[in-house]
């Protein structure tokens, strides 16, 4: 797993040896200091001798300087590597999501991917960034602070030989106890930031359904499961730092009960038996960081095997065997035998069978139930989803040999849901085609309606629009969004319901639009109402998943029921 993470290190490998260089320096400084201390009791004090005492304490003092300058670097040389390689680990996983196919975003769910982009690759930041530092210094320290006591007395040393395995088997039990926990509550995490992206995101539909009551109920639900797995690991933790008290405080009484006798039968001096104690401290605190990057690595595994999933996630569409990138011809689209369903379920199929041509240039409507599947049907010729059988013609070429770049240039869709972007409305046209003169965004917007209503913003193509296109209307965003396909000067423009908040006048000049200046596009138009499809080429209806009938509006109608009991029912309603 962590193999998986080094090409994103390689960068910064130069980082821990500098880090080792400064901590190395530091660790040695701070073993040296309980020396000075013996010598300046032991023969200093001893003999009352005050330049023995200054001169030591001078030592001492600069050897304290020295290894406070050395630890600040070895401190900036392992953040520098450690948050380094969290921003390239966080653009890769930038980079593996825009490849993603729609599928593999639905199985992660967003939430999930925001927590694993944010705060698992923290984790593994700063997991990195305590490893660098305390590491190296951790084993260091132990390795000088236990040959040093060995020198002062090696009866006494033989205490650590007791305590060591000890706090071994502590460890290694809660290290293994606490690993499912930590990643129950990574994904505790990812339900609670669910709730609130949904939250966020919602929050004009929250408020006019006044469901502010239940949405705090649903957060404190998730704040409260969140609360318990974090609970339930630190419960496992909280026991490392009284183990580690406990042996070294055992292990201190030990000392100076033994060490006493040895320092009045004066085997060893006061000095050295108090330097003794001061190497018991390092070997404490080296045990303590020991144990806290070894948790900190137990969490970090949880966030490290979450964030390696989307890094090797391959994307289910790809163009891998596509050698040549061959253009498209034309928008002419042909389905052959598709069948589709959402994950690959074939118990559960969406489309059934679908058997249909379009010509390029012609203009074919759809129109259906809700949740017949006219949005499935269109997302499949951008190859948004890959079918689960049968094929799909477009530009006579099978979709699977294009490269997907080429074919999705050739296709603009406009969905259901307009996506708006903070920015001018100029900018978030030119996404159509960031080549675009200002004229050709103008006639875009002409094309879509949209031209009148942003002439009459103060100041027009530069107003400036909030996040989601928040002080525009429902109808305004549309239009954008239309013009922002015709822009693309797509092969094929799908419209999926965009003209739902356009008046019907308005709907019919974008319609009377694409007839006469988008004569080569093939132009699909999702849609409720009959009048905005009745001048299409082909009219198909779907239902269940099914084509229930296909012709021109004049041959649906009286033929086909539902296409009929559609026509009347709006009939009746324009009437009333
Ligand atoms: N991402 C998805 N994952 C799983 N099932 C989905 C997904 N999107 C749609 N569905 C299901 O596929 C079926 C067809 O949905 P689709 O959106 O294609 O219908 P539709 O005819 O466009 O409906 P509407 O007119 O309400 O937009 C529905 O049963 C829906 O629940």
């Known amino acids: 797993m962590i193999k998986s993470l080094t090409p994103y290190a390689s960068k910064f490998k130069k980082y821990p040896l500098y880090c080792l260089f400064f901590i190395a320096i530091e660790v040695i400084c701070d073993v040296v200091q309980p020396i000075m201390m013996a010598l300046i009791i032991d023969n200093g004090i001893a003999n009352k001798d005050l330049d023995y005492i200054f001169f030591h304490g001078m030592i001492m003092v600069v050897l304290a300087i020295i290894a406070m300058i050395a630890g600040a670097l070895g401190a900036y040389f392992a953040a520098t590597a450690g948050t380094g390689v969290g921003a390239e680990i966080r653009q890769a996983e930038m980079k593996a999501i825009q490849n993603f196919s729609f ?132 419960k496992v933790i909280m026991f490392n730092m009284p183990t580690m008290q406990l042996t070294v405080y055992s292990c201190m009484i030990a000392v100076l009960w033994f060490g006493g006798n040895l320092v009045n039968t004066n085997v060893i001096g006061a000095g050295e038996l108090l330097s003794f104690i001061a190497y018991i401290s390092q070997i404490l605190m080296s045990l303590m960081m020991l144990s806290f990057v070894f948790i900190m690595i137990t969490r970090t595994k949880a966030s490290v095997q979450r964030v390696v999933e989307v890094l090797e996630t391959k994307s289910e569409i790809n163009d891998d065997d596509v050698v040549i990138d061959i253009p498209v011809a034309n928008g002419a689209i042909t389905f052959k035998d598709v069948d589709f369903s959402y994950g690959g379920n074939s118990d559960d199929e969406i489309l059934k069978q679908l058997n249909f041509s379009i010509e390029s240039g012609h203009i074919l409507g759809i129109i259906g139930p809700t949740g017949s599947g006219k949005s499935s049907l269109v997302q499949l010729i951008p190859r948004l989803y890959d079918i689960d059988d049968g094929e799909i013609y477009v530009g006579g070429k099978n979709i699977r040999q294009y490269k997907i770049k080429t074919l999705r240039d050739s296709v603009a869709m406009v969905l259901q849901k307009n996506t708006l972007f903070s920015g001018t409305i100029r900018e978030n046209l030119m996404w159509g085609n960031e080549h675009a003169t200002d004229e050709e965004i103008m006639q875009a917007a002409q094309y879509a309606q949209a031209h009148d209503f942003i002439m009459d913003f103060p100041d027009g193509y530069q107003t400036v629009l909030e996040q989601g296109g928040g002080n525009l209307s429902g109808g305004q965003k549309q239009r954008l969004c239309i013009a922002r396909a015709i822009l ?30 988008l004569p080569d596009t093939t132009v699909i138009i999702i849609a409720q109402r009959i009048s905005s499809i009745a001048g299409a080429d082909q009219i198909m209806v779907l239902n269940e998943g099914e084509i229930n009938g296909l012709g021109t509006h004049e041959e649906l109608l009286g033929t086909n029921a539902i296409y009929t009991d559609i026509y009347e029912t709006q009939e009746r309603g324009a009437e009333v």
């Open 103 to 234: 599928s593999n975003v639905d199985r992660f769910s967003t939430s999930s991917l925001i927590t694993r982009m944010t705060n698992d690759t923290n984790n593994i930041q700063m997991t990195l960034i305590a490893m660098l530092r305390l590491l190296v210094r951790a084993p260091l320290m132990l390795v000088f602070a236990i040959i040093l006591a060995f020198q002062i007395n090696q009866e006494l040393s033989l205490i650590f030989l007791v305590a060591t395995p000890f706090l071994g088997i502590t460890l290694f039990f809660i290290v293994r106890t606490a690993f499912p926990r930590f990643f129950s509550l990574q994904r505790a995490i990812d339900r609670l930031n669910r709730v609130l992206q949904e939250n966020f995101i919602g929050i004009r539909v929250v408020k006019s359904f006044v469901r502010g009551k239940e949405e705090k109920a649903k957060f404190a639900a998730e704040n409260a499961n969140y609360k318990k797995s974090a609970l339930h690991a630190m």
């Open 488 to 517: 693309k000067q797509p092969k094929i423009l799908i419209l999926d319901d965009s003209t739902s908040a356009v008046d019907t006048e308005t709907d019919g000049k974008i319609r009377e639009a694409f007839f006469h200046h």
